[in-house]
Every structure is written in C-alpha cells, then in structure tokens.
C-alpha cells in the first residue's frame, strides 16, 4: 500500500511498510502483508485473474483477487547492487528507498563516476578535499552497515571541507528522506529538501564532466519532489487545502524537472499524475499516466492499488480502456499485416522446405499464440500479442525470401536436371524424338511464360518441369531400350560371325593337319624307302661280293653271283620294303 495524504504521517508509514536487512542479510518487511485487492475494472480492461497470476507469480492471489505488490519482485531487484529508482519503474515503493540507497553506494558505476570526479577536481592534490572525500568514504561505510545516524554524522563532516560535492550533499537528502531503521530515525523533511536542491545544482554543474550527472540530477530532483509530497502528512491535509495544494504544486514542478533531465523516468511521469490527480486535473494526471504506462505497463495495476486516485478513478478506468482500445487497434493492424505475410509465405508452401518449414512452423505457433492473446482482450494481452506479431512481422519477409530462393534454386536445378537426362541429337526413332520435341517445347514454355517470382509461376514451372521430367526419362529410356536392342542385335551377329571364323578356323586347321599328315606320311614312305634302297643294295652288294668269294675260294669259273647285280637286287628288294614299312608306320 502506497502512502497519500490523508493516512497519516511519512514516518508512521515507513514504520509499517519499510524494507530492511536483517542480521543475516536477509531482506525484510515490517509489518503485516495486506494485499490490495485488483477491481473488476482493472481486471477487464487491464489484465485478467490468470494474467496478473503469470505476471505477479504468488503475489497474487486469484481466489480473492488481491495483489501484495510484489516483495518477491522488489527482494529480486535490490539483489543487484546497480540498481536505481529508474530501473525498479512500477515496482518502485516508498519503503525501499533506504535499501536502494545502500545498493547505490555499492554501485561500479557511481564509484567510476566519483573517481573520474576526483581526478578532474584533483581531489588528492588538496588536502581540504582530500579530508571530504575521506569522510565521505567513512559515511558510505556506516550506511552499508546500517548505521545511519553515524554515516549522517560522517557525510555532514564531509560538507564541511567541500560542500558542493553532489554525492556528499545527496546521501545526506537521501538520509534525512529515508534515514529510519529499528535503531536509528534521522528523517527530517525539509533539510532533506534542502540538501536535495543542493545536490541537483551541483549535479547540473558536473554534466559537462560526464552526461551520467543528468540522471543523477533527475533522481535528486524526484526525491526533492518526495520530501515536498511527505510534508503534506505533516498537517491536516483535508482542513489546509491551500497550504496542501502549494506544497502539491511545487512537488509537482519538481517532478516535471526530473523527467526534463531523464525522459525514460518513469515514476516521475507516474509522480505527475499522482500530484495532478490530487490537485484534480484530471487531463494532466492521466496524460502523464499514460506516459508512465507506456514505459512500464504494470503501472495500470500499481494506479488500481493507489488510492491518491480515488478522486479521479473513473477518469483512470475510462482512460486505461481508451489505452486498452487502441492498443486493439493496433493489435488489430498488426494480426492483419501478419496474417498477409503469412497466407503470402504459405503459398510457397514452406512446409516443404528442408530449411524453414522448421522456422515456419514456429512462426505459425506465435501466431496461434498472438490470436489467443488478442483474443483474450485485455491491454496486458493486446501488448503481449503486439510483441508477438512485431516479431513475426519481421522475421516473414526473410522467410520468404529464403524459401523465393530455394524455389529459384529447385526451378534451376529442374530444368538442368531434364536438359541432362534429356537424349541429345536426332539418330532416335521417331517416337523418342517426338518426345523429345515436346520436352523441348515445355523447357521453352518454362523460360517464356514463368519467368516471375509468383508462387503461381514457380509452381507451375515446377510442374511443367516434373512433367518434362517424367517424358525425358521415358525418351531416356526409349533410347536405353533402343540401344540394348541394337547392342543384342550387333552381339549376335558378332557372335555368329565369331562362330563361323571359329569353324573356318577349325576345317583349315583339320586340312591343315591332314595336309601334313600326308606330307609326313610321304616323308616317312621316302625316308623309309631310301633307307631300304640303301640298305638293300648294300646288303645284295655284300652278298654278291661274299658269293664271289666263296666262288673263288673254290676256283669255281662258273659262278652266278655278281656284286652289282647284288646291289640291284637289294637295292629294289630294300626300296619296297622300305615303302611298305613306312606305309605301315603311318597308318
């Protein structure tokens, strides 16, 4: 619950409401957990049970309908020791000053930032200032450890030797803001004003050394805004009207300073309208709420729980539906221009596609899951869908044109795939080159007439292509058949000409062998008939020649062996011998 005017002071409020560390470190809550139960306005027009269930986790209890803002969501952010008022946005609460305040002191940033100050000023060539710096160092020690009313003492020495170092100036306004813990209380409004206002003119003076110093001056200025605000506890705000209303006023200005320095300040512009709603301009708190709104969305639910607006509160739920509203119009522009580059990409049919139909099919289920969103009709769900179709609506066209190019590609690799299977010259039957003037006239309708990049022309290229696909291979293999029938024709006759060189081959071979068999058996038949001529003559010689001598031996004049007639004798005798032997030989 958010302090206003009205509910008593500053103080008894931070005593109820505030965030502290305990003595493990833990971060803790005073007082009791009251949940600020959402209106069935908010939870119409805003964001239903179940959304705020998703976005507020347990804070929110869908059974009564009541939020406990977030100590989980603020626990979160203090745990990150850069945090600052601008990053908490609508999770910005009152009690967590202090606590943000001791994470500042532990931020890198700042402690570059006073580094980069202390060379600039050389710090550590004045002893003056090197004393404030150094009790300045003593003061962020005490206030991490919780001492606070001894870090107040140590920043307050620090003034004293340079008192117009921002960082000194503004964790003594931070203090005096929010400076209560169990042991210590050292809150007191207006000097935290005072020292403020101070910390903001010397932040302006320091932008020209780093541009860091406008946001510094635009929280400076917020907390001012503050310490202006809480005064209003200090009185009876409801009898002193005018005392509250100037204090409202110049709460107010300072705020819109603030933003002047940091446009993304978001509880600045959420402050404006809470000082507005009060002081009952109703068109400038809602201006500024919808400005705060559009920076962080949960302040549509954090404006439901803050009673600063009761005055005013059918202005803010005329004012969140004229949001809701056109967030739906914008909604409805969006889902449409999605569902055009969808119903565009699905004619190219992507599912088909090894490379997309994986991105495409995500696509479709964001889209399904926009459409639900959308449908749901809440501002929460016209956001959420928002972002979905944004998403969507950028990522279609470089689908498109992916898949625009695989098409091009499987067009290409199409036609290069019939050109190749295609038969090439005219030495075919006339029923392959038929066919082949066909295939020819469907390749040339496909570079004349669907030449575009529509879906209708890829598609039909890509049919005509599957068709003159289909007849090139069918005049593929026409020809393949044409071919093995000549091959088998010409195998056959070659293996009949084979068969018949092979015969010729064979009769010459047999005349061959019995032409020499003949000139053998001749050969032999001389052979043998010589040999039988000479022998038998030598024999019938030696025998007339051996009769002769027994003839003379025995002085017989009357002898009728003679040793040529011998040889004669033999000589026939042997030479028909011989050719019969041989004759027998080589039969």
């Keep these: 619950m958010s302090w206003y005017p009205g509910t008593g002071s500053y103080l008894e409020y931070l005593q109820h409401n505030s965030y502290i560390r305990d003595i493990k470190g833990q971060i803790i809550r005073t007082g009791s957990v009251i949940g600020e139960q959402i209106s069935e306005q908010t939870r119409s027009i805003v964001a239903s049970a179940e959304r705020l269930e998703q976005t507020f986790g347990s804070g929110f209890n869908s059974m009564t309908n009541t939020l406990d803002w977030g100590f989980s969501r603020v626990e979160s952010a203090l745990n990150d020791v850069n945090v600052s008022i601008e990053d908490l946005q609508a999770d910005f609460d009152y009690g967590i000053g202090l606590l943000v305040t001791q994470m500042q002191i532990q931020n890198e940033h700042l402690s570059n930032l006073i580094d980069k100050l202390d060379a600039v000023h050389k710090t550590l060539q004045s002893p003056t200032l090197t004393k404030a710096r150094e009790f300045f160092n003593i003061g962020c020690e005490r206030l991490k450890k919780g001492l606070l009313d001894k870090a107040l003492e140590a920043f307050l020495e620090a003034e004293k030797y340079n008192d117009t170092d921002f960082f000194t100036q503004y964790n003594i306004g931070m203090l005096f803001l929010q400076g209560k813990d169990e042991d210590d209380n050292v809150i007191n409004l207006h000097k935290a004003k005072n020292h403020l206002t101070l910390a903001v003119r010397y932040a302006k003076a320091e932008i020209s050394v780093d541009s860091s110093f406008s946001n510094l001056a635009a929280q400076a200025l917020f907390h001012s805004s503050l310490a202006t605000y809480f005064q209003l506890g200090e009185f009876d705000y409801s009898k002193e009207k005018k005392k509250a209303n100037l204090l409202l006023e110049e709460s107010k200005g300072l705020a819109e300073q603030a933003i002047a320095y940091n446009p993304k300040f978001s509880e600045g512009f959420y402050h404006i309208a809470t ?294 004798f033999g000589a026939i005798i042997g030479f028909v011998g011989g050719i019969i032997v041989g004759l027998m030989n080589e039969a």
Excluded at 381 to 408: N, Y
Excluded at 470 to 481: C, F, G, P, S, W
């Design 275 to 568: 000082y507005s709603a009060l002081l009952g301009d109703r068109h400038n708190a809602m201006r500024n709420l919808e400005l705060a709104i559009n920076l962080d969305r949960n302040y549509a639910i954090k404006i439901d729980t803050d009673h600063a607006f009761n005055e005013i509160r059918d202005d803010v739920y005329a004012c969140l539906t004229d949001i809701a509203e056109r967030k739906k119009q914008a909604c409805q522009n969006k889902l449409s221009q999605a569902t055009t580059l969808l119903e565009e990409l699905s004619k190219y049919l992507p599912e088909q596609s090894f490379s997309i139909r994986t991105s495409f099919q995500s696509i479709k289920n964001t889209y399904s899951q926009a459409v639900a969103y959308y449908e749901s009709g809440t501002y929460f769900d016209f956001l959420d869908s928002l972002q979905l179709l944004e998403k969507i609506i950028k990522e279609l066209p470089s689908l498109k044109e992916q898949r625009i190019d695989e098409c091009i590609k499987q067009k290409e690799a199409d036609f290069t795939e019939v050109r190749n299977i295609l038969p090439k010259g005219n030495d075919y039957s006339e029923e392959v080159l038929k066919i082949i003037k066909t295939v020819n006239k469907q390749l040339v309708e496909v570079q004349t007439k669907y030449r575009g990049k529509s879906p209708d022309s890829f598609f039909q290229s890509i049919a005509i292509l599957s068709s003159a696909k289909t007849l090139a291979k069918e005049a593929r293999d026409k020809v393949d058949a044409e071919k093995r029938i000549l091959m088998d024709k010409a195998r056959k006759q070659n293996e009949e000409l084979i068969e018949k060189e092979e015969q010729k081959a064979k009769q010459e071979e047999e005349a061959r062998k019995k032409k020499w068999k003949k000139e053998k058996r001749f050969t032999a038949v001389v052979e043998y008939a010589v040999k039988g001529l000479f022998w038998g003559g030598g024999a019938g010689f030696l025998l007339g020649f051996a009769t002769c001598m027994v003839d003379c031996a025995n002085h017989s004049t009357e002898s009728s062996a003679d040793p040529l007639n011998g040889i004669v």
